[in-house]
């Protein structure tokens, strides 16, 4: 009897241990999309800074999953010289993000420095497992709308 009711013990011990394992999975998915986020966003920030605009534009596709055309050869004339995230925030689905960044630039050609608000919607595509920019590179020399 004895033997019974410390194997009946063992099994609810497995059986609740595997239950919060399994429960945990979901947080552990969620954590790392966010954890991904953070690095597309930061490494799509440091190649906007750098001027490597053809490698930013990589991450630029539709919610459709099409590509989104960028216009290389209007931006290739501005230089980041500061870039700051304002505003970063993850849905809690943890398929969809929002950033908002600050970015001072200027155009060679004049040299004189402006400044932009720069508000980005990504998105996380389960196929590929990556996020992407559903929105266009920065307005550099626009007027806003």
Do not use: H, N
């Not at 931006?75 to 970015?103: C, H, N, S």
């Amino acid at each position: 009897m004895a033997v019974r009711c410390a194997l009946q013990i063992g099994i609810a011990v497995l059986v609740a241990t595997l239950l919060a394992a399994c429960s945990e999975v979901p947080l552990v998915a969620k954590r790392s999309r966010t954890d991904d986020f953070d690095a597309a966003v930061k490494t799509y920030g440091k190649l906007l800074r750098w001027g490597y605009y053809d490698e930013a534009a990589k991450v630029l596709r539709a919610r459709d999953g099409s590509a989104v055309e960028a216009d290389l050869a209007r931006v290739a004339r501005y230089r980041v010289t500061g870039y700051d995230i304002g505003t970063k925030l993850v849905a809690d689905t943890g398929r969809e993000g929002r950033v908002v960044a600050l970015i001072e630039y200027y155009d060679v050609d004049s040299g004189v420095v402006k400044e932009l608000r720069d508000e980005q919607f990504w998105w996380y595509d389960d196929d590929s497992g990556r996020w992407y920019l559903g929105s266009p590179l920065p307005a550099f020399g626009l007027t806003p709308r």
